[in-house]
């Protein structure tokens, strides 16, 4: 293409030996340098613009750099446990449905480190109307694969055969308080289940133990919340007590468990049409997902050790 | 039905209108080009006729009807505010409704092709990712050509509801780029130092004007009657295209930005912010050109990268010195003194 001949045009101009030529190479070479010469091709490609994003903004040069920091916190600090991998298609369009905690949408990241190390797939999670209108958060989310909650999006990601991820519970379940935790609140208005159907793709329920324990939100000031145009907003034990200390998510320890698959296949694409059939199939997976969650809790056990 | 024979291009005296007359008068089918605008034209016009009229009034009913015109191709459609809001609003709107009135009366007419803009789509944070030509903004766009281009889209459907006779192709265009483009856009893109909104990274497109005329040409010659979006493939956030243009950018609040853009027009002749662009360059947007490409069997040569890499090689942009910098320092690191 144009740009890319133009800046392969530069490189010549300032005799330079292609970077990713030379990465690509078995070079024998001590760690160190490889590790710089990957940083500086990585910080090349930033500053020349020379990368790839989709048309729902998906920046994955960008994704898979930032990817070391919730992996951390996935690894080391929550310890996560992945279960039910199985139950992810290698490839092909479904709709994982996961149930949604923790005060900030940690879980949303984590779920997706998991998927994306371990099925080795990238998740397109469908984020609210809120995380597009905030300055940064829009722009972030959108370069890390995810795209607003609504129907036309999720259809258009799993017609391109991606794996996209929902919580139909959204700030109800994100913002419930510890007092609630681990129960499952409504389930949207069906939405996700409708929009499977149409797609003709199967839903994978998902439930994630852990994510109620980070930020446990004992009381909410909605004053403060109407003011800043916050769903809530949280006090912890540690937030805003202990000021910028108090977004440390506690560490918990964390289980993310597949279950399998709910087969719409005995059901057409006409029956998104029919809300009797969305209804009972969001119940469905709300069921399972909840019978998920209450089994894996007694699994883990205690919260933190 | 017959082929088009006499064509009438609005606002052939600007770029686009030139460059679709030329087009279309290359096609010997086509017995006349008549072009008319309200100023004469820049460049020589070919065998296009050229006549001075003003369509916002009647006289333009006059030329329709005593040259037998059977196809309108409306490219009257101002999306760069030269003069005052309100006479950009009066050639716009008004224009398209004197045209579309002189069309309905006319016995010989059976096509009209509309240049429309992806803008009626408006850019808002819920927008849905991409949009197809059945969805309705999220945010209806309240000013500027955008509001222009939804009215005379609406226009064109009245007609179309009195006329069921004529093809008419309306086409909602991204915003064009290549060498001969100049636009508020283009203006923006070769700033000396780029403003951007603090916080916001939009994903653009971009369509190359050889593909936007090929495309207003086969709509001409050919019928495909419908709503189309057109836009080259792929999207281009921000970032990253004033990254490939090697521009230094400076992120502003967006308060901020509107009243720069303000003084900057003022003091430096800088090309100012319209209230669409502002929202463009926040919020930023991405059209579905499926039904395009299908319709046509054809997709655009250019895709949004590579319209947007040849207006900044035509533009002599694309200097990157901290790129070249990283180039130097990483050839340092990798050849170990090789050189």
Known sequence: MNAHDAFDGEDQGAQVIPLRAMSAEPAERNPVERTIASGLSFLRRRLAGDYEVDEFGFDQDFSEALMPIPRAFYEHWFRTELRGLENIPAQGGALIVANHSGTLPVDALMLQVGVHDYAHRNLRLLGADLVYQVPMLGHLSRKAGHTLACQADAERLLQKGELVGVFPEGFKGVGKPYSKRYKLQRFGRGGFVATALKAGIPIIPCAIVGAEEIYPKIADLRPLARLFGFPYFPITPTWPLFGPLGLIPLPSKWMIQFGEPVDLEEYDADAAEDPMTVFNLTDQVRETIQQMLYDTLLRRGPAFF | MPAARIVLVTGVSRFLGAR??????????????????????????????????????????????????????????????????????????????????????????????????????????????????????????????????????????????????????????????????????????RMPVVPTVLGFDPRLQFVHE???IEVLRRMTVEDHPGTFNVAGDGVLVLSQALRRAGRPTVPVPSPAMGLLGDVGKRLGGLPGFSAELLRWLTYGRVVDVERLEHELRWRPKYSSEAAFAEFVHANGLGQNLVVDLVDRLSGAVTSGGRW
């Open chain 2, 210 to 212: 050889d593909d936007g």
């Open chain 2, 20 to 189: 679709v007359a030329n087009a279309l008068q290359a096609d010997p089918g086509i017995e006349r080009v008549i072009g008319v605008d309200t100023v004469p034209p820049t460049t020589s016009l070919g065998r296009t006729e050229f006549v001075r009229v003003d369509i916002r009034t009647p006289s333009i009913a006059k030329v329709i009807a005593s040259a037998e015109v059977d196809t309108v191709v409306h490219l009257n459609l101002v999306t760069a505010p030269s003069g005052s809001r309100a006479s950009m609003k009066e050639l716009n709107v008004i224009g398209t409704m004197q045209l579309l009135a002189a069309c309905q009366r006319s016995p010989d007419m059976r096509k009209l092709v509309v240049r429309s803009s992806a803008a009626v789509y408006g850019s808002s944070p819920c927008d849905p990712a991409v949009f197809t030509e059945e969805d309705e903004p999220v945010e209806a766009p309240s000013s500027g050509y955008a509001k222009d281009a939804v009215e005379v889209e609406g226009y064109v459907r009245g007609l179309k509801r009195r006329r069921s006779d004529l093809t008419v192709s309306i086409l909602r265009f991204a915003n064009f780029l290549g060498a001969g483009v100049d636009s508020p856009l283009t203006r923006y893109f």
